[in-house]
């Protein structure tokens, strides 16, 4: 069975920086993505089997890379420069294939979620 946990969220100010960890039970291609209450999940970023792919939502372009360590199975979500607008719980999911996909309907497996919130 699969198995992904999240980790890294927290408390920051604007303007600060947060790393979230992903960490799977096997290689996957992985997606971030996040939730606000009320809403739907949003695409965040996501990157590829190999990690040769990356993909990133316009409102976190340029504050927020994407990356792997396939030694450990492990997926990073680097945040910088942090806005109150990020505040959400974060979720990473794993889908079979070896692409990266910004649609949540593509993915098979979900964390639990790790809850970023963000203070003016």
């Known amino acids: 069975q699969v198995q992904l946990v999240e980790s890294g969220g927290g408390l920051v100010q604007t303007g600060g920086s947060l790393r979230l960890s992903c960490a799977a039970s096997?290689?996957?291609?992985i997606g971030w993505f996040r939730q606000t209450p009320g809403k739907d999940r949003d695409f965040v970023a996501a990157?590829?089997?190999?990690?040769?792919?990356?993909n990133y939502a316009d409102s976190v372009k340029g504050r927020f890379t994407i990356s792997r360590d396939n030694a450990k199975n492990t997926v990073y979500l680097q945040m910088n420069s942090l806005k109150p607008e990020d505040t959400a719980v974060y979720y990473c999911?794993?889908?079979?294939?070896?692409?990266?996909?910004?649609?949540?309907?593509?993915?098979?497996?979900w964390g639990q979620g790790t809850q970023v919130t963000v203070s003016s």
């Open positions: 096997e290689r996957y291609a």
């Open positions: 999911a794993a889908r079979y294939g070896t692409g990266w996909y910004p649609f949540d309907r593509g993915y098979d497996y």
């Open positions: 990157i590829s089997w190999s990690g040769g792919g990356t």
